[in-house]
């Protein structure tokens, strides 16, 4: 397959949707993780080039899937579908419950109408007609929030910080003896952590307690409860910062697999691959760029 006068290694297609690689896609993964990497040299063409295809790629992807989501399977879709189970004398499924056709068109037209007197903002800012459905959507959303994070949180740290204490498990001896045990399956590091957990939770929560005069030993429990905080803040910046590197180590490791000789244009040499490549342009486009740059300063 010959590409730009250059002969690949292995005929792989050139744009292909369904070909796990193809030559386009090499092409373009190299361009664009190289444009994104070369915002650490400084803001340039190229990184703007691929900020601005992020954002319009992604600006219409959630379009088309408001779209999807939003009105036309919502409307029109279930509109449709609502009408020809009312001439067969079905019910429909409309909110968990099976209704009537007749009383699903209702609903949902009534919702069709606030949608309208929603987006009647875009044409009267300080109109009326808008404040109804917002009202409705903040009111509801309260509502919904407010139960499930109760029950999701609330609810279930006051019942994972009272449970009885672990009697089932590995002694420390058999731990000891056992070559493949872990120390996590002894009774004594369950109710360790159990504990740790428990003092944790009951020192951050004195930490935050403001209604009366604090004495030594509640402040002494206070501190623990900043010790705490600043543990669990530590770990979750430490997992955030883990899990960028990660997200690194995937990129760097697509590119050299992008390097493979199926991907040369020219035999089996990796230099004449697209990042190899591509990067090679960059850093020459950057650099006429930037003489280009000072020549004009110094003419001024």
Known sequence: MTIL?????????????TADTDTLGAILVSFFTLAVFSFLYKDNPFYKI????????????????YYQEGILEPVYEHLQRA????????????????????????????????????????????????R??????????????????????????IKGAIHPWATSGLSLGEWWNSPIARIEETVFFQNFAYAVFLIGLLA????????????????SLSRIGIITLMITFGSMFGFT?????????????TLGQLTEPQYSFAGDSPLLS????IALLMILSLFLMRGGTHT???AS
């Open 5 to 17: 006068g250059l002969q690949t290694a292995d005929a792989l297609p050139f744009f292909d949707w």
């Open 50 to 65: 691929a900020e601005h295809v992020f954002v319009g790629a992604g600006t219409a992807y959630f379009a088309l899937q």
């Open 83 to 130: 009408a020809e189970l009312g001439r067969q004398g079905e019910l429909i499924e409309l909110g968990g419950h099976a209704v009537s056709p007749e009383l699903a068109i209702i609903f949902r037209s009534f919702a069709l109408i606030l949608s309208l007197m929603l987006a009647s903002r875009l044409f009267f800012p300080n109109g009326w007609a808008a």
């Open 132 to 157: 109804w459905p917002l009202a409705i959507m903040i009111g509801v959303y309260a509502a919904l929030k407010m139960t499930g994070e109760t029950q999701s949180k609330f609810v279930l740290m």
């Open 204 to 219: 951050t929560l004195a930490h935050f307690m403001f209604t009366f005069r604090r004495s030594r030993a509640f402040s």
């Open 241 to 253: 910062v883990l899990g960028r590197i990660a997200l690194l180590i995937e990129r760097v490791d």
């Open 274 to 277: 697209p990042p190899w490549i």
């Open 296 to 298: 004009g300063d110094e």
